[in-house]
């Protein structure tokens, strides 16, 4: 049976009739009723898109990113790594004199070389470096300027607790994120660099539950400060984008949230109905919408499928966030809890297996979104993209591929392995040492799930984990944190998740 | 300043006024992978933008250049930076609204703006600009005129919001903590409904038309007329219901409706009267004869049930608690997961799984 359009209500506006159209077109892209055949990812010819742009280069269309050459290169490079390959010693070699030409002499990295800094190339210059760099000469780790960037950070800091994303520029949550994680990654966490941030981070969830771009400032055009309760409304509507860099910063501000005297707080059932609410229905695949009521698009595949992850961090979804007393996670019999509860309500324990299986698969529909990514998110020509029929390119290559790879696997932040990381720290004597293991022992917490993955189409469309908070691989991002915080990184017990005991 | 477009001019390079400056090449001793094949005017423009930088010059010719760039590139955010410190540098100290070189800016920027709506920059850039020319008045018709164009854009939306919130004030009179006040203009709000209901009316499902509603009215504090919120919350109800029933299946609606019962603290329940007919089938309720303009019916062409209103009802028995009303909850989610939402089953299945834990602690501290 051919999936239910999307109701108009005999009402048609601008928005019906695109959303109309869309669905003609996705649901050409399902293969015939009673194909046997499983969806197959064209790692080949993906793979041949990414190396037609690494060594050949970028048509002049391109021009139009030429401010953001760190992101085609860390976009080429990621999607290599998701893709499970590695660059030869040469080639790695001369990316890193790449990245290290769009330094700034004044700290963080530019668009391109003599371009002035930024914090969204920052963030790509660094994974990128994550990716194919190296400690010692002309490796790029240790040629960053770790100070001189901290620096750059600190003068970007506005007084409500964001960061402009450049100076004389806009401020909004995606710089806040590039800057947590590289600060994370780098070791360059303080309390004064994100002194305010949670609280602003907050100010952009709206009444929808998502977040967006920014909240108004709460400081006049001449600079003061408002007095609160000055309203701080967010500005814009919430979106995908700017969501997953939401909730991912409020993840990694977590150990100054818990420190914190007023602790800011965000909605996260809304947050959770409204990530939901962005999967499109069957007629249009599966696939994720930025906004309520505007297209499926494969890059919310990653920022809004990919938040789900980080949603576990908050207590919501995976198995370690199941109540231990009130389900029964290793009971084999049938007297649990609820055989006190009369009427229609007893549930058997039948049942509460299903909810844990439900709980392992996720809130989502991992398959559907798969599915769409396989079916309408692949170009014939190689690389991948929005939707049919647009043409492939860098971006959609990449968020497509991170956002197949999380609806994959299921990679959850484990208490286990945060213990075991926080008992192998070796002490550093610098200050804040307790703060900066708990961010070191966070960011190394996110587990793979050994026997969690679904994989629509079998093993050969198996694609690497991605560390839900980076989007590096977990040992990219492993080792280029361990490396700047001075630690090793301890082995990882072979533990699967629905055995990992609750902290 | 030209507002040729690049191909008629001649390169830097060839130009005598330029021959003081030195290009620069971007990449000096390595050979890069992952290069983009630049046109021949913009790598010339860029040589010589990196030379301008090297040299720190803000001059009437940078204000060339750096347009010429923005041209072929708008989202060259170091150009517009330059650009906007160049500005600075040779705009007077005082007077500087009613300044030449500001209004050329500004006339420029309207030009831009069209052409490059979706760019960051550009946005950006009118907002440094109207801080220095204090007029937002007329900015708030040129949003109107952009939005005519592209009636979701983002940036554009959020200009608008920050304009009426620094410009116009944020409720009462803000003062800032050091005791000075903004010139803040309230009259920048009037028309503001008006001109959510125009968008709504050309696309009811716009929900950045329906964000901004929110902003105006829940977000940015109380206007002058407004400060009855029971009524202000009476008109929205209205408004939202009668939208709801011109297309039930409108999810940016019903997410107004929630967010301004959340923000009011108005019990979900208050409106169950007017939800439940959209959540069963047609037929299934008895649609009085008497026109209640409380509780407006779905349209002749309405398609029911509407999934948005059957999360909604489950909303409201399940907050409402015990057995009876969690199982009512419970069927509508079940409904949801195997029939008519079949994609966010797992999600309405864990809504099942919270609602009965919930039900276990009412009664365990009953």
Redesign the interface.
């Known amino acids: 049976m051919a999936p239910r359009p999307?109701?108009?209500?005999?009402?048609p506006?601008?928005?019906?009739r695109s959303q109309a159209e869309t669905e003609e077109v996705l649901l050409k892209h399902l293969p015939e009723p009673g194909t046997k055949t499983e969806p197959v990812l064209q790692k080949n010819s993906h793979m041949q898109f990414l190396v037609r742009?690494?060594?050949q280069?970028?048509?002049?269309r391109?021009?139009?990113?030429?401010?953001?050459?760190p992101w085609?290169?860390f976009w080429?490079v990621q999607a290599f790594s998701i893709l499970q390959v590695a660059l030869d010693e040469g080639?790695k070699q001369?990316?890193i004199?790449?990245v290290m030409?769009w330094q700034h002499p004044e700290g963080g990295f530019?668009?391109?070389?003599?371009?002035?800094a930024?914090l969204l190339p920052t963030y790509a210059a660094v994974c990128t470096l994550a990716i194919v760099g190296r400690p010692g000469p002309r490796g790029g780790w240790d040629q960053i300027d770790r100070e001189k960037m901290y620096q750059f950070f600190m003068k970007l800091k506005q007084k409500d607790g964001s960061f402009l994303v450049?100076?004389?520029?806009?401020v909004d949550v995606r710089g806040i994120y590039c800057l947590l994680t590289v600060a994370t990654i780098l070791d360059l966490m303080t309390p004064e660099l994100v002194e305010g941030t949670a609280a602003f981070i907050a100010s952009c969830q709206?009444?929808?539950g998502g977040f967006?771009?920014?909240s108004?400032?709460s400081?006049?055009?001449?600079g003061?400060?408002?007095?609160s309760p000055?309203?701080r409304?967010?500005?814009?509507?919430?979106?995908g984008g700017y969501t997953f860099c939401a909730l991912a910063s409020w993840i990694l501000l977590q150990s100054y949230i818990a420190q914190s005297k007023h602790k800011p707080t965000i909605d996260v059932k809304?947050l959770?109905r409204w990530l939901?609410?962005m999967?499109?229905?069957?007629a249009e695949l599966?696939g994720f919408k930025g906004?309520?009521?505007?297209l499926v698009d494969g890059c919310y595949s990653w920022w809004c499928g990919g938040a789900f992850a980080l949603l576990e961090a908050l207590g919501v979804?995976g198995i370690q966030n199941a109540?231990s007393d009130?389900v029964p996670i290793d009971s084999g019999t049938s007297d649990g809890?609820?055989d006190d509860?009369d009427?229609?309500?007893s549930?058997s324990y039948l049942e509460l297996r299903?909810?844990l299986t439900?709980?392992l698969?996720?809130?989502?529909?991992r398959k559907?979104l798969q599915e769409y990514i396989l079916y309408a998110g692949q170009h014939p020509a190689g690389g991948l993209r929005d939707k049919p029929p647009k043409n492939a390119d860098a971006y959609h290559t990449l968020y497509c591929l991170s956002g197949l790879s999380s609806a994959q696997h299921h990679v959850f932040p484990s208490t286990l392995r945060k213990h075991q990381v926080l008992e192998s720290w070796k002490p550093s004597g610098k200050p804040g040492e307790e703060t900066r293991k708990h961010i070191f022992s966070d960011l190394l917490s996110w587990t793979e799930e050994e026997g969690g993955s679904h994989i629509v189409g079998g093993a050969a469309n198996r694609l690497n984990a991605t560390h839900p908070l980076t989007n590096l691989t977990m040992t990219h991002t492993e080792a280029m944190a361990a490396h700047f915080y001075g630690q090793e990184v301890s082995t990882r017990a072979r533990s699967s998740g629905s055995r990992n005991p609750k902290a | 300043m030209s507002t040729e477009t690049p191909d008629d001019e001649p390169l830097y390079a060839n130009r005598s006024d330029w021959k003081d400056v030195e290009p620069l090449e971007q990449y000096e001793d390595i050979n890069p992978l992952a290069p983009i094949f630049y046109t021949e005017e913009y790598k010339d423009a860029t040589n010589y933008f990196r030379g301008i930088v090297k040299r720190g010059e803000k001059s009437p010719r940078v204000l060339d250049l750096t347009e010429n760039i923005i041209r072929q590139n708008p989202a060259h955010y170091s150009a517009w930076q330059y650009r906007y410190e160049t500005l600075l540098a040779l705009l007077p100290s005082d007077n500087v609204a009613s300044s030449p070189i500001l209004e050329a800016e500004v006339r420029l920027m309207d030009e831009l703006a069209v052409l490059f709506l979706k760019t960051y920059q550009v946005w950006h850039h009118r907002r440094l600009l109207v801080a220095l020319t204090r007029k937002p008045k007329r900015e708030l018709d040129f949003i109107r005129k952009g939005l005519e164009a592209d009636a979701k854009n983002y940036h554009t939306w959020s200009y608008r919001q920050w304009l009426l919130g620094t410009f116009g004030g944020r409720g009462a009179n803000v003062t800032d903590a050091e005791g000075g006040v903004e010139d803040v203009d309230e009259d920048l709000w009037i028309g503001e409904l008006d001109f959510v209901d125009t968008m709504l009316a050309q696309d009811v499902r716009n929900n950045s038309a329906w964000h901004h509603r929110f902003f105006v009215v829940w977000g940015c504090g109380v206007r002058e007329g407004d400060e009855d919120r029971e009524r202000v919350l009476k008109r929205e109800l209205t408004y939202v219901k009668q939208n709801i029933s011109l297309a039930p299946s409108n999810p940016s609606a019903w997410n107004y409706l929630r967010g301004v019962l959340t923000h009011t603290r108005t019990p979900f329940s208050a409106v169950a009267d007017f939800a439940l007919p959209y959540a069963y089938p047609r037929g299934a309720y008895h649609v009085k004869d008497v026109v209640d303009l409380e509780n407006p019916s779905p349209s002749d062409t309405a398609q029911l049930p509407c999934v948005q209103a059957m999360e909604f009802m489950a909303d409201v028995w399940e907050r409402e608690g015990g057995e009876e009303k969690t199982e009512q909850a419970v069927k509508m989610w079940t409904s949801l997961a195997n029939e008519h939402d079949t994609i966010r089953k797992k999600y309405w299945e864990h809504r099942i799984r919270e609602a009965h834990l919930a039900l276990k602690g009412q009664k365990r501290a009953a």
């Open positions: 999307t109701p108009t209500d005999g009402f506006t601008l928005t019906s742009n690494l060594v280069g970028f048509p002049a391109y021009i139009s990113q030429d401010a953001s050459q085609l290169m080429t080639n001369r990316i004199d790449k030409a530019g668009g391109g070389p003599g371009q002035s930024h450049a100076h004389h520029s806009e709206t009444y929808e967006a771009s920014s108004h400032p400081y006049s055009l001449s003061a400060l408002l007095p000055a309203p409304p967010p500005l814009g509507e919430a979106h809304n959770l939901v609410q999967q499109g229905t069957e599966g906004r309520t009521n505007k979804g109540e009130e809890v609820w509860v009427g229609g309500l549930i299903n909810w439900d709980a698969e996720g809130l989502y529909n559907a």
